[in-house]
């Protein structure tokens, strides 16, 4: 039995692992239930008693070097696997960067107008994009075969009665008076269909921002100062603006808001082509018919509504000559706004 013991010894004296892995398999081999440490304390028990002194002496021997051998090389191949990781891990290497997704330019244009407004104390609205009638047009003053119903050239989802893509957000406006009492003061985002053909000027899809403003004495030199205050907040403090008068259902007398070109300041280029204007969007005031049809004294109340496509600001500010860019989402176009952030 001494010779046994001998031999296992040296066995662990010897043993030299060549992966960490092995060494938990000599552990279980040797120091294991039904490893070869406990096989000899099997014989043990048969052995001569007056040989057994010696023998568990001997024993115990081999139980504590190999416990001990064991926990050595455990802890040399710890160290030695943090130096190699280390070692490949160069601390002072200069960090890979991760490119940070950018906001989209239709997204940050209209943030900002919805910031400028909200300083004027505007909250933002939003409804559908799926509308009935009423709320695109019967409740804005288009009445039924009316015209002007073919200025927006409208996607029917079904016909009778119509279910419709919004061809503007003025539906939010007319959602907004079905909720609210004057005073109103809501700036409304968002998706717009019109069934027009792509090209570098229009799209099918678009982005508005609309505004409305209802209370006692509402006046139109009010939505001129609220207009301008807008455009130099947009397009910078040198920018001045013009109203042209035109036409909408909804509102009378109505107005094209035109901003001096920011471009060539309003010499003329080709941009505003040699006018030294661009026109921004559309406003005028609250048509009476729009707010009995929505419960609204027109005695009482008077207020006004303006409307502009986000696309059209945001060609104007990056100077984007074509809008289909907008909706194509090439990263190579829309990594040029990641400054912008
Ligand atoms: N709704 C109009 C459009 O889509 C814009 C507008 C809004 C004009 C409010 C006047 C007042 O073209």
């Not at 997704?101 to 910031?115: A, K, Y």
């Not at 119509?162 to 939010?172: G, K």
């Not at 947009?234 to 107005?255: L, N």
């Not at 009995?292 to 006004?304: M, W």
Request: glycine share 6%; aromatic share 10%.
């Amino acid at each position: 039995m001494t010779d046994k013991i001998n031999e296992l010894l040296r066995r662990v004296e010897e043993f030299k692992p060549k992966a960490a892995a092995e060494i938990e398999e000599f552990r279980i081999k040797i120091l294991g239930k039904k490893g070869e440490l406990n096989a000899l304390m099997e014989e043990f028990k048969t052995v001569a008693p007056e040989l057994k002194r010696e023998l568990g002496q001997q024993i115990n021997r081999l139980k504590n070097e190999a416990s001990a051998r064991i926990n050595a090389l455990r802890e040399e191949w710890q160290n030695a696997a943090a130096d190699t990781a280390s070692s490949d891990d160069d601390l002072t290497r200069p960090g890979t960067s991760e490119h940070l997704g950018s906001r989209h330019p239709i997204s940050l244009v209209r943030n900002q107008i919805v910031e400028v407004f909200s300083r004027l104390g505007y909250t933002v609205a939003e409804g559908p994009e799926i509308e009935d009638d009423w709320h695109v047009f019967s409740a804005l003053n288009f009445p039924p075969e009316h015209p002007a119903r073919d200025m927006q050239d409208t996607f029917f989802i079904e016909k009778d009665p119509d279910i419709l893509l919004r061809t503007h957000t003025s539906s939010i406006q007319v959602r907004t008076m079905e909720r609210q009492k004057p005073p109103i003061r809501v700036i409304c985002p968002g998706r717009v269909f019109r069934n027009e053909a792509i090209s570098y000027r229009a799209h099918c899809i678009f982005h508005q921002i609309e505004g409305l403003y209802i209370d006692e004495g509402v006046s139109f030199a009010d939505m001129k100062q609220s207009l301008l205050y807008f455009a130099k907040e947009i397009f910078g403090e040198q920018t001045a603006i013009r109203m042209r008068p035109s036409y909408f259902p909804f509102t009378e007398p109505s107005a094209e808001v035109d901003v001096s070109c920011n471009l060539c300041g309003g010499k003329g280029c080709p941009v505003c082509k040699g006018t030294g204007w661009l026109e921004i969007m559309g406003c005028g005031m609250v048509d009476p018919n729009v707010l009995k049809a929505n419960d609204i004294d027109p005695e009482k109340y008077s207020g006004f509504a303006f409307g502009m496509g986000i696309e059209r600001i945001a060609m104007l500010k990056y100077g984007v000559k074509d809008l289909r860019l907008y909706f194509e989402n090439d990263v190579r176009f829309l990594h040029q706004f990641d400054e912008a952030l």
